[in-house]
Structures are given as C-alpha cells and as structure tokens.
C-alpha cells in the first residue's frame, strides 16, 4: 500500500505558466481532496470529490481545476500561475464511512511561482 | 459552519515537562475532531481522533486529548516533552458534511 502519493515533490514555475499537481491514492477512498498550506494559516481547502465524476470548491478554489475520472487519480491544475499560489499543496483521501472519518495525506508539492 | 481556533502559535517547554496545546471548535452538529502532527518538510500524520465514543482520547507517542462539549475544546496534552515532539500541531473538526476545517497550527518547541 503506498497510500497518497503526490508528484512533483518541488516545482518552480514563472508567472503565467500551467501545471498540473499530481495526486494518486490505492486505498478505493470515495473521498479526495486538495489543501494549500500557507504560513500562519493552516491548511485550507482548495477543492474536493466524493467520488469519480463529482467535484465541489472548498475555500480558496479560485486559480485552480479539478477533475476526477477515476477513483485513484484528483489532479488540480493551476490554469495560470500566480506568485500569490507559491505554497505547498498536500492532497489527502478517506473513506466515506464516518466511523472513520481520518483524512490521509500525501507528503505535499512545494510550489514556487516567480 | 464549523471553524477551529488554536491558542498559541508558538508554545515552548523544557524537556520533561508537560505539554498543552489549546483547541476549541464551534461546530453546529456534533462534532469529530483531530489532532494532526506535521513534522519538518513533511505531511501531516494523525495524532488521535474522537469520534463520539470515550471523550479521553489516547493517540500515538504518548498523547491524550479530552473532548469537554460544555467549553467546546478538545486539548492536547502530553505528560513529560521528548525532544521528538519538536513539530507543528494542527487541530481539525470535521461535521456531518465531509470536510475537515483545520485550525492555523501550534508550533512546539522542546528546549534541553
């Protein structure tokens, strides 16, 4: 079980450019997300899915697309990248049984846009 | 609606002596609520959860946490610092939708 993983582990971009932030889970959670961790603000909530074909904004949404065409895969894209984005992006994934409830994270995405 | 607030930003104690980190929520539904620890340049790893059932909660490296509904807090404690426990602390409450709304963070330093 490799549980969350997430790709690129470091990533410099230039003010304008597209990417796309990896994220890839092998636990069959319904459940997936995408948080941003800025300093002094905790972990906020970018967008999530409840399952392949469902998406929904958390919130701090805007800059950023999501999509989920499978149960493993929640890429977030970054249509345009700003300096405002530089952070580092954790994805997490859990099971929709609320006995549970734990979220799982990956080991996060430094991003920097100059 | 449901938010988190973590007194303390930055909280130091001396190796061997007892730690406190401060969480209370407000949530409109019972609530289920986390302690997440995130080491240095890592990702978070869950500490302990309360999910309804006994409200002392025991979690890993030697943390407890109480849940007490009438001062809607839910504290950290540890009996005596390891110089281990050096790292951020992150308090979340999550509610009857999905989401988990995370608190801005402690972070605990253990001097010698």
């Known amino acids: 079980n490799a549980g969350v993983t997430q790709t690129p582990k470091f990533q410099v971009l230039k003010t304008g450019q597209s990417m796309t932030l990896q994220c890839a889970q092998d636990?069959?959670?319904?459940?997936m997300s995408w948080y941003r961790q800025d300093p002094g603000m905790g972990l906020r909530l970018i967008h999530y899915?409840?399952?392949?074909?469902?998406?929904d904004q958390g919130e701090v949404p805007n800059g950023y697309n999501v999509s989920r065409s499978t149960t493993e895969d929640f890429p977030l894209r970054l249509l345009s990248a700003a300096p405002s984005q530089t952070s580092v992006y954790f994805c997490?994934?859990?099971?929709?049984?609320?006995?549970?409830?734990?979220?799982?994270f990956g080991p996060g995405t430094r991003l920097t846009v100059t | 609606a449901q938010s988190v607030t973590q007194l303390g930003s930055h909280v130091s104690v001396s190796e061997g002596a007892l730690v406190l980190l401060r969480c209370n929520y407000s949530?409109?539904?019972?609530?289920?609520l986390f302690w997440y620890v995130q080491y240095p340049n890592q990702g978070l790893q869950l500490l302990l959860k309360?999910?309804?059932?006994?409200?002392l909660v025991k979690g890993i490296n030697g943390f407890e946490a109480e849940f007490k509904k009438s001062e809607t807090s839910f504290h950290l404690t540890k009996p005596s610092a390891h110089m281990s426990d050096a790292a951020e602390y992150f308090c979340?409450?999550?509610?009857?939708?999905?989401?988990?709304?995370f608190g801005k963070g402690t972070l605990l330093t253990v001097n010698p």
């Open positions: 997490a994934s859990r099971t929709l049984d609320r006995v549970s409830y734990e979220q799982y």
């Open positions: 636990m069959n959670h319904e459940y």
């Open positions: 899915s409840v399952g392949a074909g469902i998406t």
């Open positions: 949530s409109s539904v019972p609530p289920y």
């Open positions: 309360y999910t309804s059932a006994a409200t």
């Open positions: 979340a409450v999550g509610g009857s939708n999905y989401k988990l709304t």
